[in-house]
């Protein structure tokens, strides 16, 4: 079954190098009981280690059934350790967070066992070992005789050829020891080969062959007694199958990282909120700053597209890039005036209607109120053309535009503002800028924009009025040209350019001192001028999700270093370097999915919250809540990656010695 020949192994304490096993050649068979004996240090246990694959020689060779071990890689070996062989320890080895189930299923999570195949495995285990009564307590509620039971359980789990026991009874009462020997007994009577490693002679008198090793060599090869021949067990045929293929993912493995994961969380919860704390505030911080461009955008859209059909915008001042204007060099905030707006109306067919616009803003006051908001001076084309709506008595005429006529259309917030819930506005005056006006029209409601405007919060009067006696100016704002149709915007704009340039002798290298924009070009620059300042505010808020990444690798690392055994006992029991590495990621990853879930929930509260105390338009969308939430999953997996390589790549015997 088990041939060695010439083995050697040494390790370096600082710059001293022990020859813990020198030259041992060995031949087991299948179906003995050996106790391999010697005082401290002699290397027994070093050897032990090498015949159960948790380390490698450093020259000789090792046969394990047809397999030459020696030729095996790490995976290779943990699926023999997984598959042939099972392993009892003087410290028992137990997983500490988990029950008695758990920790006998835990090679069948590597292996192949089924699910109801394995339950059904565990009990009649746990019955074998007398524990049926103590299935779900864990290793802190169990007794040092009970720990070791339990211990045998897992080793048995995956019917194993060989058994490995390493002192199994130095750290138990003699009432115990004797019952942990007799069911080893048992086990090797039935047909399981087992190897065990001792000090003592009355647990080696147990064997039917003992050997003595001292300073890393035999010095004695005793066979007391044959093996049993009463085996119930089937006599294994010596070939040894090598996993050559690596599989998919086990759903177990990650049923059962998931598990490890979510309760290393709960056994933490200060720790884990605190590590998770950048992530939430990151993908709260990512959520809420989106909301809040994307509501602005949607609301400034909204806005531009109720402005009216067909719209083109003429303001004064040379267009810089679209969307923006700029008063110096090529053009002046007065360089607009009626007669234009009257000679595009006259002079282009293409042209509908026309509605000049003069805007300041002024103090209102009715009583003992008093506010300030927008005066817009305008036409009686301008309802029409900005789509604007009187609700209550009329709009002013053309003759109140010849005759610079005092009177006022109110916008509902400043009625609301001004006027008693029961009062009449209509026919009554107001002052603005301590001139009188009489009140003849309310306009129906527009809809606040919140922090971002408010079209019902202004004072509708005859441009003429508001330029000679308000403003004192004969200069426009602005001229709001509505087009016969959509098909004829474009060649509307050229025309309209093409006459104002003549119109304001503006020579050939001149530029022109006005701008014409469409709807469609100020809702390009609205869609670009939000896709940049979500980026912005996204990127800053990114950053908190970098600071929780690199938190949820520190405590990776940390809680690498505090379940180094764990890892050891994994690895002995038959987990792969790519088990252990997903088991690692997985618990990083959940860490940043549960911070990401609370994230994305303070991000909602968040941004409704900002809305309330902004009186800004939020919205959250689906898009924003899954950027957040893939980034936080990616941040996980990207710095938990670190934690898990180095995880994976503890060897099992090193791992197995961590204090």
């Not at 505030?281 to 909204?302: F, K, L």
């Not at 006259?346 to 109120?369: C, D, F, T």
């Not at 006006?437 to 924009?449: D, Q, S, T, W």
Request: glycine residues 8%.
């Amino acid at each position: 079954m088990i041939k060695l020949k010439n083995i050697y192994k040494s390790y370096k304490t600082g710059k001293i190098e022990v020859q813990a096993v020198r030259g041992i050649s060995l031949e087991i068979q299948s179906g003995e009981f050996i106790a391999i004996m010697g005082p401290s240090g002699s290397g027994k246990s070093t050897l032990m280690h090498i015949l159960g694959c948790l380390d490698k020689p450093d020259s000789g060779e090792y046969i394990f059934g047809d397999v030459n071990i020696s030729q095996l890689n790490d995976d290779q070996l943990a699926y023999i350790r997984n598959q042939r062989i099972g392993f009892v320890f003087q410290t028992f080895n137990l997983l500490s967070r988990t029950t008695a189930v758990k920790n006998i299923e835990l090679p069948t999570i590597y292996g192949n066992l089924t699910s109801p195949s394995r339950e059904e495995k565990v009990l009649k285990l746990l019955s074998s070992v007398n524990l049926s009564d103590r299935a779900n307590h864990k290793p802190n509620e169990l007794s040092g005789g009970q720990q070791q039971r339990v211990a045998i359980a897992r080793a048995l789990i995956n019917s194993p050829t060989i058994l490995f026991a390493d002192e199994p009874t130095g750290n138990l009462d003699s009432q115990s020891e004797k019952e942990i020997m007799t069911i080893l007994q048992k086990l090797n009577q039935e047909g399981l080969t087992i190897i065990l490693v001792t000090h003592e002679p009355l647990i080696s008198s147990y064997a039917n062959r003992i050997i003595h090793i001292h300073d890393g060599k035999i010095i004695s090869d005793e066979i007391k007694k044959e093996k049993s021949a009463h085996a119930t067990l089937p006599t294994p045929n010596g070939r040894v199958r090598v996993e050559k293929k690596e599989k998919l993912l086990n759903p177990l493995e990650i049923a059962d990282s998931v598990r490890m994961a979510t309760d290393g969380l709960l056994a933490n919860k200060m720790r884990s909120f605190l590590t998770m704390l950048g992530i939430i505030i990151g993908v709260a911080a990512v959520i809420a700053m989106i909301s809040i461009v994307q509501g602005a955008r949607n609301d400034i859209t909204n806005r531009i597209k109720n402005m009216g059909s067909n719209l083109l915008m003429l303001q004064p001042g040379r267009a810089r890039i679209p969307g923006s204007r700029t008063y110096s060099s090529g053009g002046s905030m007065v360089s607009l005036k009626e007669a234009d707006a009257n000679a595009i109306l006259k002079e282009i067919p293409l042209v509908n209607k026309v509605a000049p616009e003069v805007s300041r803003n002024a103090q209102i006051v009715y009583g003992n109120k008093n506010t300030n908001t927008r005066i817009l001076g305008t036409s009686p084309e301008f309802p029409e053309v900005r789509n604007f709506t009187v609700a209550e008595g009329d709009f002013f005429d053309q003759r109140a535009i010849i005759s610079r006529l005092r009177v006022a259309v109110l916008g509902k917030t400043v009625v609301d503002t001004l006027f008693e819930e029961d009062e009449y506005p209509i026919g009554k005056y107001i002052k603005i800028n301590r001139i009188n006006f009489r009140i003849i029209g309310i306009m129906k409601e527009k809809g606040a924009a919140g922090g971002w405007g408010n079209e019902d919060d202004q004072i509708f009067v005859p441009f003429t009025t508001a330029q000679r006696r308000l403003f004192g100016t004969d200069y426009l704002s602005s001229i709001n040209i509505q087009v016969v149709d959509s098909e004829s915007m474009d060649d509307a704009l050229g025309q309209i350019t093409e006459l104002l340039r003549k119109r304001h002798k503006l020579r050939d290298d001149q530029e022109d001192d006005f701008n014409v924009r469409s709807q469609a070009e100020i809702l390009s620059t609205v869609e670009a001028t939000t896709r940049t300042f979500s980026l912005l505010l996204g990127g800053i808020a990114s950053v908190s999700l970098l600071v929780g990444g690199i938190g949820i690798m520190n405590i990776m690392l940390v809680s690498v270093t505090e379940r180094t055994r764990e890892i050891g006992i994994r690895k002995a029991v038959g987990a792969k370097r790519r088990d252990i590495l997903t088991q690692f990621l997985i618990e990083a990853v959940v860490l940043s999915i549960v911070g990401g879930s609370i994230g994305i929930l303070f991000g909602i509260v968040a941004s409704k919250l900002i809305g309330i105390a902004g009186q800004w338009k939020t919205m959250v969308s689906l898009g924003s809540i899954i950027l957040a939430f893939g980034f936080a999953f990616t941040v996980g997996l990207i710095f938990g990656l670190y934690p898990a390589r180095k995880a994976s790549a503890l060897n099992p015997i090193d791992a197995l010695r961590y204090e």
